[in-house]
């Protein structure tokens, strides 16, 4: 914001769309104090869930130490004697990529898509929609579909390897995220940060379940809410490499 009141050129990101229609007629009302309360939700909304993610990735990871290995060995092959993971680095990483969609597979950020409204009367696979109707998006039952998975309930990451499949919208079997122009603006924030922290934490650290938990089993209970979160905190035990 202070660049563009310096009088330097736009960057052409969410931002600078954000005060390009403040000078319209239309956003008049979209004040400073407004664009602030904008981006801090976007933000939060973005790191919160990336927070809730790492958690059920180390969750499910934890249980399956094959995955676990796979993934550390990856990264010992990709990011080799570098001391820092970097984001152009994660684009080498296919089974840590995998790891993260599998994730968003069974432990999407939210349960529920945004509502949408039908605009018209529609027939749907023997259903009438009608006009006006609130349709509510189960993804956290689309990723557990036994007719879209096999062994839908096993946490399998390989069953992304080598497939042309994206959380972006474009395939509806992974929506994580949404679809389409409602789609969650807060996405590529929380795919970098997931992808960053589980690679880094990976690579800069030895983990492993404490005694009690390892005998007792991970307590993978959901709770519900807007972020569907783990019932019961994650504890773990971190060693640095």
Excluded at 70 to 85: D, F, G, P, T, W
Excluded at 144 to 152: A, G, I, T, V
Aim: aromatic letters at 8%.
């Amino acid at each position: 914001m202070r660049e563009r009141t310096a009088g330097e050129p736009p960057k052409d990101d969410f931002l600078d769309v954000l005060l390009d229609y403040r000078g319209l007629e239309n956003g008049r009302g979209l004040d400073r104090e407004m664009l602030r309360a904008l981006l801090a939700d976007l933000f939060i909304a973005g790191s919160d869930t990336s927070a809730t993610t790492f958690e059920w990735a180390m969750a499910e990871l934890l249980q399956n130490p094959s995955a676990m290995a796979k993934a550390r060995e990856e990264l010992a092959q990709v990011i080799s004697s570098k001391s820092e993971i970097e984001e152009s680095d994660i684009g080498q990483l296919e089974y840590i990529q995998a790891v993260v969609k599998e994730m968003f597979r069974l432990h999407p950020p939210a349960p529920f898509l945004i509502p949408r409204q039908a605009e018209a009367t529609t027939e749907l696979r023997g259903y009438t929609v009608p006009k006006g109707a609130r349709v509510m998006v189960n993804v956290w039952a689309i990723g557990r579909d036994s007719e879209l998975w096999s062994e839908p309930e096993r946490f399998i990451p390989e069953r992304f390897l080598g497939k042309d499949m994206d959380y972006r919208g474009r395939d509806f079997e992974l929506l994580p995220f949404g679809s389409g122009r409602r789609i969650c603006p807060g996405m590529p924030l929380a795919v970098r940060m997931v992808h960053l922290m589980l690679a880094t934490l990976l690579y800069r650290f030895e983990w492993r379940l404490p005694r009690e938990v390892e005998e007792n089993g991970v307590d993978m209970g959901e709770k519900f809410g807007i972020v569907l979160a783990l019932a019961t905190p994650l504890q773990a035990i971190a060693e640095s490499m």
